[in-house]
Each structure stands twice: as structure tokens, then as C-alpha cells.
């Protein structure tokens, strides 16, 4: 149970970090947030790609492996778009934003993630 708060707690900042370093590198004018809304976009976005990353993975066995290598990327566009739509925290304004911000997220959480679960845990 400790081991799976600890993940979670890593999990949330990873994906915190990998939204508001994003948000620095694209600006306000693709991928804007704002501090009132961002823990609600947060969360939806961490449960979203949660419940998503092992439904779409398993879609992409069944009827397009070519898509596998391409999940993580697929789960944190469409975890991003539920951000977007469910919560005022997070606005993605452009195609750059959603293109380049998708590709950022994934890459800056999954950085972040590996560094502060090597610290953490």
C-alpha cells in the first residue's frame, strides 16, 4: 500500500511538472493554465491516463500493432484533451499546442517521473 501512495505521489508530479514546463515552453498563447483550475486538471489528467494507457494498449494489440509503440503518446493527447474539455485549468489554443504540447507532456512527465522516483524511491 505505502509502495502505491509513493508511485502516486510521483505520478502527480511528474505529470505537474511535465504541464507547467510545457506551459513555459509553448506560452500562454498554445498551451495556457491557470492556477485556480490546474489541480482539477491535474487530477483529471493523471486518472484519465491511468485508465486509458492499459484500454488503449490493448486496443492497439488487438487492431493496430503498429499503434503500440505510439500508446503513451496516444493516452496523454487523450488524457489532455479530458483536461481540457472537464476543467478551466488548462486551455490548449492551437494545433502547435496540441501537437508539440502532447509530445512535451509526455516527454517532460516521464523525465520528471524518472528522476523523482529515483529520489523519492
Do not use: E, H
Not at 501512495?5 to 506560452?27: D, E, P, Q, S
Not at 489541480?39 to 493523471?46: M, P, Q, R, S, T
Request: charged content about 5%; proline content about 1%.
Amino acid at each position: 500500500m505505502v509502495r502505491f501512495l509513493w508511485n502516486l505521489v510521483v505520478t502527480l508530479i511528474a505529470a505537474a511538472v511535465g504541464l507547467w514546463l510545457t506551459y513555459f515552453i509553448l506560452g500562454a498563447d498554445d498551451f495556457d493554465m491557470n492556477v485556480g483550475g490546474f489541480l482539477l486538471a491535474l487530477v483529471i489528467f493523471v486518472v484519465a491516463q491511468a485508465i486509458l494507457s492499459p484500454f488503449i494498449l490493448k486496443l492497439s494489440v488487438r487492431y493496430a500493432s503498429a499503434l503500440t509503440g505510439g500508446v503513451a503518446l496516444i493516452s496523454t493527447f487523450v488524457a489532455l484533451l479530458l483536461a481540457n474539455i472537464f476543467s478551466d485549468g488548462l486551455d490548449i489554443k492551437t494545433a502547435t499546442g496540441w501537437l508539440v504540447g502532447t509530445v512535451l507532456v509526455w516527454l517532460l512527465s516521464a523525465l520528471a517521473g524518472g528522476f523523482v522516483g529515483a529520489f523519492v524511491l
